[in-house]
Structure formats: structure tokens, C-alpha cells
């Protein structure tokens, strides 16, 4: 690790130079965050769960054709990915009003929402990563709005494919959010779903019990994180359907 140039250190992860140009190395911590890092704690084997979700999830898009920065996994905590520029906004769908939604317009949570929401947030930790309107996005020249209505139709393909997936092991996907980068092929540009797609970044919940299988069970004291996050492995088939879960989850290949 240490021979490698670190090009970025986040909350949960850190990108180190790839081995071929145009890729990095994107490395799973075990750090926990939440109330934009005002709450923190090391969880052992949270890493590791969240490099095999995020690697299931991203070759399920492949697998549909929707474009993403995954090439393969390359052991436990690490995964090779294409390099690409982020666009600073986190893209959020919504499917049932949860979090802060559900606190600003005073929603019950878990009420099922008309349509899936898409909202957009600045990525800026300073800021707290406020949400900001299509305006603001265009006028700033984060995004064009062609890039914005691509954005909204990729955003579309994966909660439809996560929607799916999840309901067919008996989780509710509440909410989730996705970064979007671009990548040029020769002069021509295009849109891939980047960063990760794991319970980080989803809000899950048990369809019969409504139990949470994401990081409000972390934000809330709800229990073991690393439980909830094996229970999702487990039933998606990344992790064995018996033995006991524990603080150093057994992976299977």
C-alpha cells in the first residue's frame, strides 16, 4: 500500500493510482460516518462487505447495460475501477419518503411517495451537501441539461434494477444515491454511474418487519451495523446462507 500514490481520501474509501492509465485503485475502509462525519467509529469487516456488494450491484448494471467505472475486484478490501471525472452532485432517488425528506416536508416515514423523487445535493462537506435545484446546476456549470436529463434517466435504470433485485429477497429499497462521472472516448463524452452503490449509500428495509439493513441502524443505534450489512450480503448470495454472522464475515468467491 504504501508504494502507491494516493490520489484521494474520502470518509469510507480511498483511490490509489491503478497499475494502467485511466484506472485507480478504490480501496473500502472500515470507517463509519454519519451527520456529515460529526459521528464516527471503525466497524471491522464493514470494508469488506461493501467492496462485494458495490461489486455485485455494479456488474448487475453491467449485466443490463448501464455504464459504470467497475473492472473487477481485486481482493478483499479493493476493487480496480476506470478513472473518470465526478461530476459534485449527489444524485438521490427516492421511493418512500425516509430521512431528511421525511423531516422537511413532515412525511411519515416509509409513506410510498407518488413516483420515484430525484433530488440533487452540492457535494461539499463544508456545506453539509446541500441540495440544490436543476437551475443552480446549469447556472454553475456542474452539469448541462443534457447531461442532467441523462443523468435522470441512468439514475431511473438503477433504481428499477436495485428496486428489483431487492424486493426479490424481501428488502423495500426506501432510497438510495449515486455518483455520476464522465469518461471520453477519443472527442466523444459519456455519462457512468461511479463511487459505489452498497447499504452506505441506500436506505433498506425488511419488507414484512420494516427492519432497517443500512446505515441509519449506525446513524440511529440500532444495533450492529455489520449484522445488518451481512443479512443484505446474505440473502443477495454474496455470503453463505448459513453460520453465524460475525465481526469478520466470511466471504465466499
Known amino acids: 500500500m504504501a508504494r502507491r500514490k494516493k490520489i484521494y481520501e474520502g470518509k469510507a474509501k480511498t483511490l490509489y493510482e491503478g497499475p494502467e492509465p485511466g484506472t485507480l485503485i478504490q480501496y473500502f475502509k472500515d470507517d463509519a ?22 461489486e455485485f450491484f455494479m456488474n448487475g448494471l453491467t449485466a443490463i447495460g448501464v455504464p459504470n467505472h467497475f473492472i473487477k475486484r481485486l481482493n478483499m478490501r479493493e476493487q480496480l475501477i476506470r478513472q473518470c471525472e465526478i461530476i459534485p452532485l449527489e444524485v438521490i432517488v427516492r421511493n418512500f419518503a425516509a430521512g431528511s425528506m421525511a423531516k422537511r416536508l413532515g412525511l411519515e416515514e416509509g409513506m410510498r411517495l407518488p413516483r420515484p423523487i430525484i433530488e440533487f445535493s452540492y457535494k461539499d462537506d463544508a456545506l453539509g451537501d446541500p441540495l440544490v435545484p436543476e437551475e443552480y446546476i446549469i447556472a454553475f456549470g456542474w452539469a448541462s441539461q443534457q447531461d442532467l436529463d441523462d443523468i435522470v434517466a441512468l439514475a431511473l435504470r438503477v433504481n428499477d434494477f436495485m428496486s428489483g433485485v431487492m424486493y426479490g429477497v424481501g428488502i423495500k429499497l426506501i432510497d438510495f444515491k449515486i455518483e455520476i462521472g464522465r469518461v471520453w472516448d477519443g472527442d466523444f463524452m459519456r455519462l457512468i454511474v461511479a463511487d459505489e452503490i452498497s447499504p452506505d449509500s441506500c436506505r433498506l428495509w ?19 451495523l455489520t449484522d445488518a450489512y451481512s443479512e443484505v450480503a446474505r440473502r443477495l448470495g454474496v455470503l453463505p446462507t448459513n453460520g453465524p454472522i460475525g465481526d469478520k464475515p466470511t466471504l465466499i468467491n
Open 33 to 54: 460516518t454519519a451527520f456529515n462525519a460529526e459521528k464516527r467509529a471503525t466497524i471491522e469487516g464493514k470494508g469488506v462487505l461493501n467492496n462485494r456488494l458495490s
Open 206 to 224: 425488511d419488507i414484512e418487519s420494516g427492519q432497517k439493513l443500512d446505515k441509519d441502524v449506525f446513524r440511529r443505534d440500532l444495533g450492529s
